[in-house]
């Protein structure tokens, strides 16, 4: 059974930094890819960043330069350093997984190349 858990969220001004982590059990890691989304109420889940299985990284270009994504394969991590955010940055981010599948890089920030979801946590920025 797969399982992610998201923490990290929370309340910051403009300007400030947040790091989100994921920490995944259950998959097999033969050949994988991991992401982020965020979503606000009322809005369809976006992509904000995904790894291919090979470490290349994909952002969306609201968040280019700002955020970064990295993991730890050795404790099944994947993190989001998040930073100079602003207030169109709050929403619910998500960590998705994809299991036994070489992902390829443009497809990691792509809603439907993932299996597994997290339960999300909240960031909320304020102006």
């Known amino acids: 059974q797969v399982q992610l858990v998201e923490s990290g969220g929370g309340s910051v001004q403009t300007g400030g930094s947040l790091r989100l982590s994921c920490v995944a059990s259950g998959l097999t890691y033969s050949t994988y890819c991991m992401g982020w989304f965020r979503q606000v109420p009322g809005k369809r889940r976006e992509g904000v960043a995904g790894l291919d299985h090979d470490g290349l990284a994909t952002y969306a270009d609201s968040v280019r330069g700002r955020f970064t994504i990295s993991e730890d394969r050795a404790k099944h991590a994947l993190f989001l350093q998040m930073d100079n955010l602003n207030p169109e940055d709050s929403a619910t981010y998500y960590c998705?997984?994809?299991?036994?599948?070489?992902?390829?890089?443009?497809?990691?920030?792509?809603?439907?190349?993932?299996?597994?979801w997290g339960q999300g946590t909240q960031v909320t920025v304020s102006s």
């Open positions: 998705a997984a994809r299991d036994t599948w070489r992902c390829p890089v443009q497809k990691v920030v792509i809603i439907g190349t993932y299996d597994f």
